[in-house]
């Protein structure tokens, strides 16, 4: 694995930390009815993501989640500005304001998706893979999904092509307690989600996925094995969303002594305890950190509420492939 240095652990403070804050604003703005339609957010998940970024090699590896998926292109490199800008619907949003929350996507930079169908992008995912290793591209892809999805068909269809085909894949759960206001407690009579991979003989194990480390040694081990052809692994992440599933849900099914317990093992603040303890950083320049996160949130917000919002006519273009589709008068014109 490569060495955790200080560096390393400034830099997940900082990502981490604008993760957070650039979805605390997306909030904001969701409230003021500049962010339309759903909106779910990361807050608490950070680690799991924060942990793989170290893992991969970002010029050939790929991932793919649901649509909990706002901090995941921004890590793989995609312009924060226009992830805010497509959240608000503009012109300027990494898919022209035309995906919105739930399907932010960056060919360019490996990021897949945004998926809002439940365990929808688990056999995908198992296809980026598989044309990583047709094309030998060296690549692997992350594949992501949350605990509600772990009980889908298409997972085991999955995991069952990817272990036969020995995929460059690694499949991960994100296991937040939660699928919508129901907790796996009420979905399966086992709670070990990891375990489902032993009935592949897939690798499969539970990751504390509050701990960026222990999210990067798993994660490090998952890929290289994919790496060199040994097929894929499935990681149980232990994790926890602090806020409710989407904007409106009133969260009737937990109790905010819950919430605060996980707070107590927040990622951000974990990877801040050691900073201090190392002494890799002073107070001031934590302040500057800081600092930099809240001046680059608001630069993302003015990006995206001075850009335009598309021009109506895209309503059609990006509909239908065929330039003389019947059914589209001004086509035809
Ligand atoms: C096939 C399908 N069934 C139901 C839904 C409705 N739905 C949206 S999110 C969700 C819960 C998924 O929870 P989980 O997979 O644990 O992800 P989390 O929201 O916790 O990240 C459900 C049932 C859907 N979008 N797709
Ligand atoms: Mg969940």
Redesign the pocket.
Known sequence: MKEITKEVYLKWYEDMQFWRKFEDKLAALYIQQKVRGFL?LYNGQEAVLAGALHAMDLSKDKMIT?Y?NHPQPIGMGVDPRRVMAELLGKATGTSKGLGGSMHIFSKEKGFYGGH????GQIPLGAGLAFADKYFETGGVTLTY?????ARQGSLHEAFNMAMLWKLPVVFIV?N?G???GTSVERTANHTDIWKLGLGYEMPCGPVDGMNPVKVAEAMSEAIDRARRGDGPTFLEMKTY?YRG?SMSDAQHYRTKDEVEEYRKIDPITQVLDIIKENKYATDEEIETIDARVKDLVAECEQFAEESPYPDLSVMYDVVYDQENYPFLPHKLQ
Not at 116 to 119: L, N, R, T
């Open positions: 779910h649901a909990r809002g169908i439940v365990g999904f949350g605990d509600g999805a994100e937040n939660y699928a919508m969303r599933h």
